[in-house]
């Protein structure tokens, strides 16, 4: 069984459009991360989501938004795509409040953005 | 400047070498992690350190908080070990800063 899931893995869409990027965890854990890895392959943490908070990094335009049905969700919406949305976005979960703790985390395969 | 400096950015070595990957960072942390990703994009994560040192297998990770430095080494390297490798290192305010990775390429 998969632990920690994304949909879809390719998502090719046209400027302006609105999108949304699923993820699922199945191991019970409560906190939840969205990951943006661009061209040059350097990762960027976007958002950590616990039950209690919501951490966003201050890079992050506010187009993008995380949305968290249930403690196993944390989808990931962004409005009026730009072409520099384009890359791969991995979606992650831990157990605990996060790696600032110490807890280990459980990435997704990625979805792959392309915008034109 | 990054917060999370890796060395070397590209890394050959021939099957049986040992290999060290090495990352310095500048911010104060809780935990440091090293990730691997895979040639088809997955990512894994392989230590979580705090001090000390961590081994799974053939890999091993060090870390001296003094020195704010962290290595990650591979004793008899593997085809299957080329990858990338990320340093991650990670504050007590749940923020993450990463390296820039070290592709990782053994030649059989």
């Known amino acids: 069984d998969t632990a920690v899931s994304q949909t879809p893995k390719y998502l090719v869409t046209q400027m302006g459009n609105d999108k949304s990027i699923k993820c699922e965890q199945n191991?019970?854990?409560?906190?939840m991360y969205w990951y943006k890895q661009d061209s040059k392959k350097f990762l960027k943490i976007m958002f950590s989501y616990n039950n209690k908070e919501l951490i966003i990094n201050e890079t992050v335009p506010n187009r993008f938004s995380p949305k968290s049905p249930d403690k196993a969700h944390l989808n990931l919406h962004i409005n009026s795509l730009e072409l520099g949305d384009s890359a791969v976005y991995f979606c992650?979960?831990?157990?605990?409040?996060?790696?600032?703790?110490?807890?280990?985390?459980?990435f997704g395969p990625g979805t792959r953005l392309t915008v034109t | 400047k990054n917060e999370v400096e890796q060395s070397p950015q590209n890394l050959t070595a021939q099957e049986g070498e040992f290999i060290t990957i090495n990352c310095s960072y500048s911010?104060?942390?809780?935990?440091l992690h090293w990730l691997q990703q895979h040639p088809g994009g997955g990512i894994v994560s392989l230590f979580m350190?705090?001090?000390g040192k961590k081994k799974h297998g053939r890999l091993i990770a060090t870390i001296n908080i003094q020195e704010k430095h962290s290595s990650l080494h591979i004793t008899a390297s593997h085809p299957r070990d080329s990858a990338v490798y990320i340093c991650?290192?990670?504050?007590?305010?749940?923020?993450?800063?990463f390296g820039t990775g070290t592709s990782l390429t053994v030649i059989p």
């Open positions: 350190l705090s001090s």
């Open positions: 991650a290192a990670a504050n007590t305010g749940n923020q993450f800063y």
């Open positions: 191991l019970g854990h409560d906190t």
């Open positions: 992650a979960s831990s157990q605990g409040s996060g790696g600032g703790r110490g807890r280990e985390q459980y």
């Open positions: 911010v104060g942390i809780s935990a």
